[in-house]
């Protein structure tokens, strides 16, 4: 597939993209009595967070490859904030300040158990992460956005970010706290409780009302000889 030059210079803008596990209350209560168990005994006190390399990078559109020993891909549909300043020791009641814009991300990532160390494997392959352009629509609120994921025209999940453990301001304060977020960053909100999943000749479509629709096909992997 082609890129167009705009979403090739968008691609190119875009700095490190940090996700964060466990910030979906569905997701902390289903898990709840497992936080207790050997070898953690306790929930996470902060954030858990992980990097999708620029690898993984792919415009709206696309076709994202899964290996053909894939039965399917988890589809982690999310926002994320597009950080436009350089933010450090930044405090939530001003954190917003520091975002430019927000995007639809198609969080692909080969389904595993892994909460506690890096899903390199599963998370960072070429292409695992479509995203749409970033925009600031007039009165879109974050906080309150739903985010509607379709396979094949039909709605296979839906979820309020309203539900999120952590908002983004506070994610924003915890995250500079201990780093800096340059402007170019992404920060994804979190991902679904029990995302559903895609296969080969599926057709993805995450729409954040007030914000866009972001879409993608899946198909195999081919190998270069």
Known sequence: MQVSAEA????ASIGTIYGVLLNDRATV???????????????????????????????????????????????????????????????????????????????????????????IRQRCRDGFCPMSLASMPEGFDVAAADVLISIDEGIVHRR?????????????????AFMTLEAGDVVLLGLPDEAPLARVGDRVRIEVPGLGVLTHGVVVEEIPA
Do not use: W
């Not at 090739?8 to 691609?11: L, M, N, R, T, V």
């Not at 970010?161 to 500079?176: A, I, N």
């Open 29 to 119: 209560v289903r898990l709840e009595s497992s936080f207790t168990q050997p070898p953690y005994k306790a929930p996470p006190q902060a954030p858990i967070l992980y990097i999708k390399s620029r690898n993984t990078i792919a415009a709206d559109g696309c076709m994202v490859a899964i290996p053909a020993s894939a039965d399917a891909v988890r589809i982690d549909g999310t926002v994320g904030a597009v950080i436009g300043s350089r933010a450090r020791a930044v405090k939530a009641a001003n954190a917003l300040d520091h975002v430019s814009g927000f995007v639809i991300v198609s969080d692909v990532t080969l389904p595993h158990d892994l909460y506690y160390r890096p899903a």
């Open 8 to 11: 090739g210079a968008a691609a």
């Open 160 to 176: 309020r970010l309203s539900d999120l453990v952590r908002s983004l301001p506070q994610l924003l304060e915890e995250m500079t």
